[in-house]
């Protein structure tokens, strides 16, 4: 009787055992390797060109009330046509938008229960009986009865959402780095070429002070400043061109292109904003810096939350049953833990000071903002002064200097000099009328940049990526 009792107790045992097994391995993911390919990718990278599937799919999502066609970047890529190429290929927004992805998934799979625990207990005794061993199998639950795995959802969600605001915030610096770019590349060009209108007549007017000076009609050492100043025009394009060459290799490395891919750029100095949309009252709605501070100040709030919840309990409840030689004993066991000497005090306390932090974070940083938009707009200022003295002062002066010297190398009067010194100071104030046009775009993009896009980019993070793939970049935003 005894040994007819103590197989069906085995058997029990076993059957618990297989059956936790499966369900355990039922549960289980399969593990797929995926190697790096670093070949595949530069091919990938190197063939892209802004007439890509991706970048004019993107283009016409933009914005639907657009005419059909705006997007044409086969005469020239434009500046604004450059901002919808960054945002589907710039390497910065990729990472931003996969790392968007990884919250969005812990978000996805925040909040659930515990995985119940199959235990097994064998026990045998060492002296005597014909059926030595003691078996108990349990199986253990824990029900969430704290409401910290709700507080853990919230916080997850909220921690996605603040990252898709840092994703859209990534967004809008990108397309300002490259309106910088832009800018400072067109600018270095545009110089590059003043200077070569500038070589050329000061080359024409060299070769005929050199015959003046060689028929004796003018001094060696007065048709050695022309040869001099010829060989600092020579050096200032070079310098010119060399400032544009890696202007533009930094643009391309915003646009996600290749140094050697085929790329033909349309120059632009000048970023037209109206400066009175940018205001402290602009900023306080639109800024995404403000906008991912106020999302991580949500996050704070719901790491508190959480962190309270923890202090409270979970029951742990599971059937149990012991199969002890002849003997079968079924039951439950039930366990509560008694917040007491713990209670998750430090958990709490650190929260507390998370939230003074987040809060403080973003009450400066608006302190700062309004700061920066004040000195900005007083910077903006002066450089619009100085860009009208040019247009109606100086440039003026140098061009009747200008005329009037030629007129009188005309008539044989001399001015060789005067000349020289006219088309040195013709160059000077080109050179200084766009660095100030450049320099008042910079401040009308660093206003925006301070008060954020009008509308709020909406990306959808990349959960997966290949090595031509671009994410789902943004809706369109108004600059």
């Known amino acids: 009787m005894q040994k007819y009792l103590t197989r069906p107790a085995g058997a029990g045992a076993a059957v618990i055992a297989l059956g936790g097994a499966s369900v355990i391995l039922a549960g289980c993911q399969s593990y797929q390797p995926t190697p790096l390919d670093l070949v595949a990718h530069r091919d990938a990278w190197q063939a892209r060109s802004p007439g890509d599937e991706p970048v004019r799919a993107f283009a016409e999502s933009l914005d639907q009330s657009r005419e059909p066609g705006v997007y044409d970047p086969s005469d020239g890529l434009s500046l604004a046509e450059g901002e919808v190429m960054a945002l589907v290929y710039n390497p910065k927004l990729r990472l931003a938008r996969l790392r968007a992805g990884v919250a969005f998934a812990t978000a996805e799979h925040a909040g659930l229960w515990q995985d ?226 713990n209670a998750n005090r430090q958990g709490i306390a650190e929260a507390h000071a998370e939230r003074e932090l987040a809060r403080a974070s973003f009450e400066t940083a608006y302190e700062q903002l309004v700061g920066s938009l004040a000195s900005t707009h007083a910077h903006l200022s002066l450089l619009r002064q100085q860009r009208e003295m040019i247009e109606s002062d100086i440039v003026p002066l140098v061009d009747r200097q200008l005329a009037d010297a030629q007129n009188l190398l005309q008539l044989g009067e001399g001015g060789s000099l005067v000349l020289l010194e006219s088309l040195t100071r013709v160059g000077q104030a080109q050179m200084a009328l766009i660095d100030t046009r450049l320099g008042e775009s910079l401040a009308l993009i660093q206003l925006a940049e301070l008060v954020g896009p009008q509308q709020r980019l909406t990306t959808s993070p990349a959960t997966e990526s290949t090595d031509d793939d671009a994410a789902e970049p943004a809706d369109e935003v108004t600059p």
């Not at 078996?135 to 959802?153: Q, V």
């Open 116 to 341: 119940p625990q199959l235990g097994v207990d064998f026990l045998t005794l060492l002296e005597g009986g014909s059926n030595p061993f003691v078996i108990t199998p349990g199986l253990a639950f824990t029900i969430p009865i704290s409401g910290r795995l709700e507080a853990e959802k919230a916080r997850a969600h909220a921690s996605a959402r603040a990252e898709l605001t840092r994703v859209a915030e990534q967004e809008w610096q990108t397309r300002l780095d490259v309106r910088r770019a832009w800018l400072g590349w067109s600018a270095s060009r545009l110089k590059a070429g003043r200077t070569e209108k500038l070589l050329e007549s000061i080359r024409s007017l060299e070769s005929s002070a050199t015959s003046l000076a060689e028929a004796g009609e003018i001094l060696r050492t007065e048709a050695a400043l022309f040869t001099i100043e010829l060989a600092a025009q020579r050096r200032a394009l070079l310098m010119y061109k060399g400032d544009e060459a890696q202007a533009e290799q930094e643009l391309r490395a915003l646009l996600g292109v290749s140094p050697d891919a085929p790329l033909e750029l349309v120059p632009s100095v000048v970023f037209d904003a109206d400066a009175g949309d940018f205001t402290p009252e602009h900023a306080a709605t639109q800024s995404l810096t403000l906008a991912v501070l106020r999302d991580e100040y949500e996050v704070a709030e719901q790491t508190l939350r959480r962190e309270v919840r923890k202090q409270y309990p979970d029951l742990t409840i599971g059937p149990l049953a012991e199969f002890d030689r002849s003997d079968t004993l079924l039951g439950f066991a039930l366990s509560l833990p008694i917040p007491v000497l």
